[in-house]
């Protein structure tokens, strides 16, 4: 079995990115459309890297669970 990691990297690079491009963004505190529309830009964007993270997650677990499901020893009196 070779452990397979390229969908988690794929999607560790996506969130790499995407913060950095993000990072030191300056919030308009002013009230106007502008302003809300970045604000708003801002917030989906927090968002989606909040799920990129779980998403990452969820793909090494998935690896995880490939591997100790053939990790493991067969069950005593299993027809296989």
Same mark, same amino acid.
């Given at each position: 079995m070779r452990i397979d990691l390229a969908?988690? !990297?794929?999607t560790v690079k996506e969130l790499a990115e995407a913060l950095e491009a993000l990072d030191g963004t300056e919030v308009l505190e002013r009230p106007s459309r502008?302003? !809300?529309r970045q604000n708003s830009h801002t917030s989906r964007t927090l $968002?989606?890297?909040?799920?990129l993270g779980d998403r990452v997650s969820v793909e090494i677990m998935d690896v995880y669970h &490939?591997?100790? $499901? !053939? &990790?493991?020893?067969? $069950?005593?009196?299993?027809? &296989?």
């Open positions: 969908q988690a !990297r794929a502008a302003a !809300r $968002l989606r890297l909040a799920h &490939d591997f100790k $499901l !053939r &990790d493991e020893p067969p $069950l005593q009196g299993s027809d &296989d």
